[in-house]
DNA sequence: GTAGGATGCTAAC
DNA sequence: TTAGCCTCCTACG
């Protein structure tokens, strides 16, 4: 269940359990069963994530990516060898002797050129992830929002202004700034954009490291407020996600949640101020 | 058993 | 704006 962090997470434990040596490839659910074929007892090179899109580099073919989105229900299971027998939903499995990957559901799963690969770069936008250490990511995106009459919650899930945020970081990252999802992108100031960028970059990296989404600044914890442990299964600690109608940690207001662009938006009127 | 929803995105109207 | 993709899980009878 993917944002950014967990695409960059995937290409890190990719390479570990599979970088530098020749792997077996097979898709028993069918559907990416020729390049499976293809790619199998080739070597993986390397890994990249951008974004929401996975790339997996194989020597000795001509097109040399493996591209994987995994859309709203893409799922990756890593494991020990020996490999259980797949089922039937299985795109790809990926094993050698150690471990073996299966990935189900995804949107896309395709070989796909360089031509191809530098395609999908050109039309994302920076990745906190990629662009967190130079100041032209931030910059990049700024340059759209700024003159965006379209509302900071819809910016923020357009990949091609920022690539990586979901559902989750960008009602998180509005709570934690205090800014109301409904703002227009040219009315945000470059000192709010700044902050929130740079937040992104450190959410991002906490959550490649930790695997889930943490946003609950420590002062804001259950156990610094007093209050019980968080009951909800969607992972982390966060302040709105999935929060319609509680109180809000920090001011105890009720959250609310509205649709956006086909998807849930929370956020907490009384903190996020227009 | 069935319905509905979910951290996503695209193409078609 | 809507349907469609594709899988898993939960809530509800």
Same mark, same amino acid.
């Given at each position: 269940?993917?944002?950014?962090?967990?695409?960059?997470?995937?290409?890190?434990?990719?390479?570990?359990?599979?970088?530098?040596?020749?792997?077996?490839?097979?898709?028993?659910?069918?559907?990416?069963?020729?390049?499976?074929?293809?790619?199998?007892?080739?070597?993986?090179?390397?890994?990249?994530?951008?974004?929401?899109?996975?790339?997996?580099?194989?020597?000795?073919?001509?097109?040399?990516?493996?591209?994987?989105?995994?859309?709203?229900?893409?799922?990756?299971?890593?494991?020990?060898?020996?490999?259980?027998?797949?089922?039937?939903?299985?795109?790809?499995?990926?094993?050698?002797?150690?471990?073996?990957?299966?990935?189900?559901?995804?949107?896309?799963?395709?070989?796909?050129?360089?031509?191809?690969?530098?395609?999908?770069?050109?039309?994302?936008?920076?990745?906190?992830?990629?662009?967190?250490?130079?100041?032209?990511?931030?910059?990049?995106?700024?340059?759209?929002?700024?003159?965006?009459?379209?509302?900071?919650?819809?910016?923020?899930?357009?990949?091609?202004?920022?690539?990586?945020?979901?559902? *989750? /970081? %960008?009602?998180?990252? @509005?709570?934690? =700034?205090?800014?109301?999802?409904?703002?227009?992108?040219?009315? &945000?100031? +470059? $000192?709010?954009?700044?902050?929130?960028?740079?937040?992104?970059?450190?959410?991002?990296?906490?959550?490649?490291?930790?695997?889930?989404?943490?946003?609950?600044?420590?002062?804001?914890?259950?156990?610094?407020?007093?209050?019980?442990?968080?009951?909800?299964?969607?992972?982390?600690?966060?302040? *709105? /996600? %999935?929060?319609?109608? @509680?109180?809000? =940690?920090?001011?105890?207001?009720?959250?609310?949640?509205?649709? &956006?662009? +086909? $998807?849930?938006?929370?956020?907490?009127?009384?903190?996020?101020?227009?």
């Amino acid at each position: 269940m993917p944002e950014g962090h967990t695409i960059h997470r995937l290409a890190a434990d990719h390479r570990e359990r599979f970088g530098g040596r020749p792997v077996r490839a097979s898709s028993p659910q069918g559907k990416f069963a020729d390049s499976a074929a293809l790619l199998d007892g080739t070597v993986l090179e390397t890994t990249e994530a951008h974004g929401k899109h996975l790339f997996l580099g194989f020597g000795g073919l001509g097109e040399e990516w493996v591209h994987i989105h995994l859309g709203l229900f893409g799922k990756v299971n890593f494991g020990d060898a020996p490999a259980p027998p797949p089922t039937d939903t299985v795109r790809l499995r990926l094993a050698n002797p150690e471990s073996y990957v299966d990935l189900r559901g995804p949107t896309t799963c395709a070989l796909i050129t360089d031509a191809e690969k530098q395609a999908i770069h050109d039309r994302l936008g920076p990745d906190p992830l990629r662009d967190g250490d130079y100041a032209d990511g931030a910059a990049k995106a700024w340059r759209r929002i700024s003159k965006s009459r379209t509302t900071i919650a819809a910016l923020l899930m357009d990949q091609k202004i920022v690539a990586g945020v979901g559902n *989750v /970081y %960008r009602a998180e990252v @509005l709570f934690r =700034h205090g800014i109301d999802p409904y703002r227009a992108g040219k009315d &945000l100031t +470059a $000192r709010e954009w700044t902050a929130i960028w740079d937040d992104l970059v450190e959410l991002l990296r906490e959550g490649v490291r930790l695997n889930r989404i943490d946003t609950v600044r420590p002062e804001h914890t259950p156990e610094a407020m007093g209050r019980p442990p968080r009951v909800d299964d969607h992972g982390g600690e966060v302040y *709105v /996600y %999935r929060r319609a109608h @509680l109180p809000c =940690h920090i001011c105890g207001g009720e959250i609310r949640t509205a649709g &956006l662009a +086909a $998807r849930n938006l929370f956020w907490c009127p009384g903190c996020q101020q227009r």
